[in-house]
């Protein structure tokens, strides 16, 4: 699939920018979006190929500026809504749950 | 685990992961605990330190040497590092006549046994669009200069297959332990962006 996700040789998209001593992850939420993948994936919701083309999926402009582990999110939660595991509803009410307790 | 911390309002994004491990929990089909067990690894665990050892083994040991280029997985697999996104592995050697260099120009597949997680910048658009037009110029960028003499290979990973490069021995390590020559190799030596430190620091 030739999509957004084709970058190699791709011209203008900047210099290349290494963090020194990295840490493996930046924020708490990328840590569980990496621990719910692994386990999600090791559980057989899904497996490789259409994990990558979930991201493949995602609209082009916002998988430019979303960061990688947002990738990840989408991706996995395309997926499980599509085999049925979560409904778009169920993420959106609890969402909206969460954020009236956090306010 | 961080709850505590929160003392302004979550992010759009905080919020979505928050709603799917809930969710996901809820429905077990996921154990919070199995999930903190599995971040736990990747973050303290598994990391460049493994890949260090295979290095600092096949520059110490001729015959392993050659079943790593030969049969990379099985030689990895030897110091008991394998399983997930590390299960097809290649190793290419770092010569006076050649300069490796591993990309995954349409994502982030990378060795996770040997090397760990990636860093931003090799899942970043910057240097999977650049690896393959101008691997010199990327390799500047990173204060490595490879003679013109020298030809660079630059290698594409996929979900099948994952590369690990191996690089030259530095000068000056003569009698080293492979202990010793293991805290030489650096994680972007063997990505093929940068070369193993000194001995001399």
Known sequence: ?103 | MSSHRHNRPLSEVELRVKALESLLAEKQLIDPAAVDEIIETYEHKVGPRNGARVVARAWTDPAYKERLLGRGSEAIAELGFSGVQGEDMVVVENTDQVHNLVVCTLCSCYPWPTLGLPPVWYKSAPYRSRAVSDPRGVLREFGVEVPASTEIRVWDSNAELRYLVLPKRPAGTEGMSEDELAGLVTRDSMIGVGQPRSPRG
Do not use: C
């Not at chain 1, 020194?20 to 386990?39: I, K, Q, T």
């Not at chain 1, 979303?66 to 609890?94: C, F, I, N, P, Q």
């Open chain 1, 1 to 103: 699939m030739n999509g957004i996700h084709d970058l190699g040789g791709m011209h203008g998209l900047g210099p290349i920018r290494p963090e020194p001593d990295e840490p493996v992850f930046h924020e708490d939420w990328e840590r569980r979006v990496f621990g719910l993948m692994v386990a999600t994936f090791g559980g057989g919701q899904y497996n490789v190929d259409e994990f990558r083309h979930a991201i493949e999926r995602m609209d082009p402009a916002h998988y430019l500026e979303s960061s990688y582990y947002e990738h990840w999110l989408s991706a996995v939660e395309t997926l499980l809504v599509e085999k049925g595991v979560l409904s778009a509803d169920e993420l959106a009410a609890r969402k909206a749950e969460l954020a009236r307790e956090a306010a």
